[in-house]
């Protein structure tokens, strides 16, 4: 079976830190590249980052830059987010997700059930 466990949310106060965690199983891990989505209540769920199956190549959202860092260890069939100069406008549910592509397009995908992040003082 096919899972992507996500670990590592809480709370923690502005200008904190803290990173994500997402195992993945049942699949080939090293094939997929990898994203981290995000969700806050009320509002649709946005790209954070998203990174090669190689780890080579690593993009993000304009909010999220130079305070956020996507990393993978395929020895591990795990990715990370670690968020620094953490803001209550990154407050969510993130979610990783697992994209198998060919010829530019996304052939499978799988998601991950979420883990909450909360940003406050």
């Known amino acids: 079976q096919v899972q992507l466990v996500e670990s590592g949310g809480g709370l923690v106060q502005p200008g904190g830190s803290l990173r994500l965690s997402c195992v993945a199983s049942?699949?080939?891990?090293?094939?997929?590249?990898m994203s981290w989505y995000r969700q806050a209540p009320g509002k649709e769920r946005e790209l954070v980052a998203t990174?090669?199956?190689?780890?080579?190549?690593?993009n993000y959202a304009d909010s999220v830059k130079g305070r956020f860092a996507i990393s993978r260890d395929n020895a591990k069939s795990t990715v990370y987010l670690q968020m620094n100069s953490l803001k209550p406008e990154d407050t969510a549910v993130y979610y990783c997700?697992?994209?198998?592509?060919?010829?530019?397009?996304?052939?499978?995908?799988?998601w991950g059930q979420g883990t909450q992040v909360t940003v406050s003082s």
């Open positions: 049942g699949f080939t891990f090293s094939d997929y590249d």
């Open positions: 997700k697992a994209v198998l592509m060919f010829l530019g397009r996304a052939i499978r995908n799988y």
């Open positions: 990174l090669s199956k190689t780890g080579g190549s690593a």
